[in-house]
C-alpha cells in the first residue's frame, strides 16, 4: 500500500510540475510585456532586417547608431521615381544599384507607430505603381542581392523619427518614364487579347466564357478610360487587372492552338497598320488645309485697319525719314508679306535687337488688299527709330506678263485648274502643291531684288515667318567672296538634298546640276544686288521658269527654282546665323534655338495659327503686342 502511495506520488510531480513552472513564467512575461515592448520590438525588428542588433546572448552587439543595410529593395511614398528608373535600367538590361530607405534605430516611447514594424510601414505606404516595379525589378534584385549584402551601408541621425536616404555608390540617373504607364499597358495588352479570344472558334463556342469575358472587358474599359499614366487609373484597378487575367487563364486553357491566336494577332497588327496609315494621310491633308486658312482674327484685322486708314488724311498717311530709303551706307531690309500680324512681329524683333535701330530701313511690299491695312498699323505702332516703307505690288508697273514668265505662268487657265481643281484624277495627290499661296506674285517677288532696289548694294532678305533674337549687322560685313547669295545649308539629312526638290530624271536638270548637292535655306538671305546685276541672275530665273513651263522640272515654290538660279552662286555663312524647322519638327533643339540670331517657322505649324507647337510659340508670342487695341478687337490671343 505504501508503495502504491510513493508511486502515486511520483507521478503527480511529474505531471503537476511542467505546468507550474510554465504558468510562472507566463505571468513573469505578461507582467514586464508593456514595460520591454519597445526593447522587443527593436529586437524583433533587427532580427528581420538582418541580424542587426539582435539581443542574442552569445553574440557581440553592435552599436545602436548604424543599421545594416537590409538585402534587396524597401521602397517608400517618396521612391517611386527611383523605381521607375531602376526598371527602366532593367530593360535596357543594366545592372540597377539598390536604394534604401534608412530605417530609424530608436524610437519614441510614446508614439505607438514607432513601433511597429518598419518594413509594413514603408510596403504598406506604396502604391500600384511600385508593386509594378517590384515585379520587374526582382529577378534582378535577387541576382544582386548577394554581392551588393555587406558591402552598401546607412547612417542615421539618432533621432526617433528622422531618416535620410543615402545614395549608393556608382548610382546612376535612369529614365523614370518607363513604369509610369506600365499598367496602363498591361490593360490596353489585356484588351487586344481579348478581342483575339472573342474571335477563335474555339472560345467563341463557349457562351459562358464569352459572356465572362465580355463583362472583364467592360470592367477593364471602365478602369482604363482615357488614362496614359498609372497616377491617373482608379483605386481598383489593379483589382480589374487581376480578373481579367484570371479569365484570359482560362481562355488559353479552352484555346489551345498557338498556330491560330499567331494568326489572328497578325491580322489585328495589319488592320492597324492600315488604319494608321489612313489617319495619317487624313491628318496630313487636315494640316494642309488649316495652314491655307485664314483664322477669323487675321481676317477682322485688315478690315479694321483698312477702315481706319482711310479715315486719315493724305498728310497723315505718310511715314517719317523717307529720305533714308535709298541709302546704300544703312541696313536694307526686303519683306514681302500679306500677314500684317506676322510682318509686325519681324519688324519687332529685329529693332528690338538692333544695336542702332536708326540704321534699320524696313521695305515691305503687299499686295492690294492688305496694302491700306499694313500701312495703317506701322502707322499706328511706329517702330522706333527705324525707318518703315510699305510698298504695293500692284505698283510694280514693270511687272507684268510680257516680262515676267512665272506672272504668265500663275496666270494661265492650267495653271488655275492645277490649283483649284485638285480632285480631278490627272491632279497631283499631294495637297501642298495645290496650296493657292503659289498663285501670288508675292511670293516670287524675292527674284526681282534689283528691280525693287535699284539704288541699294545689298539688302537682307526675311520671310514673315522668322523671328529675330540678335543684331544682324554683322550679316552686311560678311564677304560673299563673289557669291550672290548668303545663306545657310541644310544639308544635315537627306530629304534637304537638290534631288529631294528637283526632277533628276529630267535631262535638262541631271545633265546641269547634282543631285547630292547640298540645300540651302530660304527665308534669311543677304543678297549682294551689285553681283546681281554682273551675273544676270533675274535672266537665269527666266530662262528656267521658261523651261519649267509644264512642270516637269519641279513642282510649285521658290525653293527649287532659287536652287536652280543659285547653283553655284551661294556663299555658305555659319548655322547659327538661322536655325529653321519650328513650324514641323518638334525636336529643334532648344540650344541651338536659343543661340540662334533667327529662327524660322518654316511648315505648316506657323504660330500664328492653333495648331502651332506650343513648346516653340513664346518666341514669337513675346514680340507681339496682344495688348494692342487692334487685336483685342479682333480676339486675337496669345
Request: proline share 4%; net charge neutral; charged share 25%.
Amino acid at each position: 500500500m505504501i508503495k502504491r502511495k510513493t508511486v502515486l506520488f511520483l507521478l503527480l510531480v511529474t505531471v503537476l510540475s511542467p505546468i507550474v513552472l510554465y504558468t510562472d513564467t507566463l505571468g513573469r512575461s505578461f507582467k514586464t510585456s508593456f514595460s520591454a515592448a519597445d526593447e522587443f520590438d527593436e529586437d524583433v525588428t533587427a532580427l528581420t532586417l538582418g541580424g542587426v542588433d539582435a539581443k542574442l546572448n552569445l553574440l557581440p552587439q553592435e552599436s545602436s547608431t548604424t543599421l545594416k543595410e537590409p538585402i534587396g529593395i524597401v521602397y517608400s511614398d517618396n521612391d517611386s521615381l527611383d523605381v521607375d528608373e531602376s526598371a527602366a535600367d532593367l530593360q535596357l538590361g543594366g545592372s540597377v544599384e539598390h536604394k534604401t530607405r534608412v530605417l530609424s534605430t530608436t524610437y519614441e516611447e510614446g508614439d505607438r507607430s514607432q513601433r511597429e514594424n518598419p518594413i509594413r510601414q514603408v510596403t504598406d505606404g506604396k502604391d500600384d505603381n511600385l508593386q509594378r516595379g517590384s515585379e520587374l525589378t526582382s529577378h534582378n534584385a535577387s541576382q544582386n542581392s548577394e554581392t551588393e549584402h555587406g558591402q552598401q551601408s546607412a547612417q542615421t541621425s539618432g533621432k526617433g523619427d528622422h531618416k535620410e536616404p543615402v545614395k549608393t555608390r556608382n548610382e546612376k540617373p535612369i529614365d523614370q518614364t518607363v513604369i509610369l504607364d506600365a499598367r496602363v499597358q498591361q490593360l490596353k495588352d489585356q484588351l487586344i487579347r481579348a478581342k483575339v479570344f472573342l474571335s477563335l472558334s474555339a472560345t467563341r463556342n463557349n457562351a459562358h466564357f464569352i459572356r465572362e469575358l465580355r463583362a472583364r472587358m467592360k470592367e477593364v474599359q471602365r478602369a482604363l478610360g482615357d488614362a496614359t499614366k498609372d497616377s491617373e487609373l482608379p483605386k481598383n484597378a489593379y483589382e480589374k487587372l487581376k480578373g481579367m487575367e484570371q479569365t484570359l487563364a482560362k481562355g488559353k486553357q479552352i484555346q489551345d492552338d498557338c498556330a491560330a491566336v499567331v494568326k489572328k494577332l497578325r491580322a489585328i497588327l495589319h488592320s492597324a497598320e492600315e488604319q494608321l496609315r489612313v489617319h495619317k494621310k487624313q491628318t496630313m491633308y487636315l494640316t494642309q488645309l488649316t495652314a491655307k486658312t485664314l483664322p477669323k482674327g487675321l481676317h477682322c484685322l485688315p478690315l479694321r485697319l483698312s477702315t481706319e486708314y482711310y479715315n486719315l488724311d493724305s498728310a497723315q498717311q505718310q511715314f517719317p525719314n523717307q529720305d533714308k530709303l535709298e541709302d546704300p551706307r544703312l541696313f536694307h531690309y526686303a519683306l514681302f508679306s500679306d500677314n500684317i500680324l506676322a510682318a509686325a512681329v519681324v519688324v519687332n524683333s529685329t529693332v528690338s535687337n538692333a544695336k542702332d535701330p536708326s540704321k534699320h530701313v524696313f521695305h515691305i511690299v503687299s499686295d492690294r488688299l492688305n496694302y491700306a491695312a499694313m500701312r495703317m498699323w506701322f502707322l499706328a505702332n511706329p517702330p522706333g527709330k527705324a525707318t518703315i516703307q510699305v510698298q504695293n505690288i500692284d505698283e510694280f508697273t514693270w511687272l507684268n506678263s510680257s516680262y515676267s514668265p512665272v506672272l504668265k505662268q500663275l496666270g494661265s487657265p492650267s495653271m488655275i485648274d492645277y490649283y483649284f481643281k485638285g480632285h480631278r484624277s490627272n491632279s497631283d495627290s499631294n495637297l501642298k502643291f495645290r496650296n493657292p499661296k503659289y498663285l501670288s506674285i508675292l511670293n516670287h517677288l524675292r527674284f526681282y531684288l534689283p528691280e525693287i532696289f535699284p539704288k541699294l548694294n545689298k539688302v537682307l532678305f526675311l520671310d514673315d515667318d522668322i523671328v529675330v533674337q540678335k543684331d544682324l549687322t554683322g550679316l552686311w560685313s560678311i564677304d560673299l567672296k563673289g557669291n550672290v547669295n548668303g545663306a545657310v545649308e541644310t544639308c544635315g539629312e537627306s530629304f534637304h538634298r537638290f534631288d529631294r526638290y528637283l526632277n533628276f530624271s529630267n535631262p535638262l536638270i541631271s545633265k546641269n546640276f547634282d543631285s547630292h548637292a547640298c540645300g540651302w535655306a530660304y527665308g534669311m538671305n543677304i543678297f549682294d544686288l551689285d553681283q546681281w546685276k554682273k551675273q544676270h541672275i533675274t535672266e537665269v530665273y527666266h530662262t528656267w521658269q521658261k523651261l519649267n513651263h509644264d512642270r516637269q522640272l519641279w513642282k510649285l515654290g521658290t525653293l527649287p527654282p532659287g536652287l536652280i538660279t543659285f547653283w553655284k552662286r551661294t556663299f555658305p555663312i555659319d548655322r547659327s546665323w538661322h536655325v529653321l524647322g519650328l513650324g514641323y519638327n518638334p525636336s529643334v533643339n532648344r540650344r541651338e534655338i536659343e543661340r540662334a540670331a533667327v529662327i524660322h517657322y518654316n511648315g505648316n505649324l506657323k504660330p500664328w495659327l492653333e495648331i502651332g507647337m506650343p513648346k516653340f510659340r513664346n518666341y514669337w508670342a513675346k514680340f507681339a503686342d496682344f495688348d494692342n487695341e487692334y487685336l483685342r478687337d479682333c480676339n486675337i490671343n496669345p
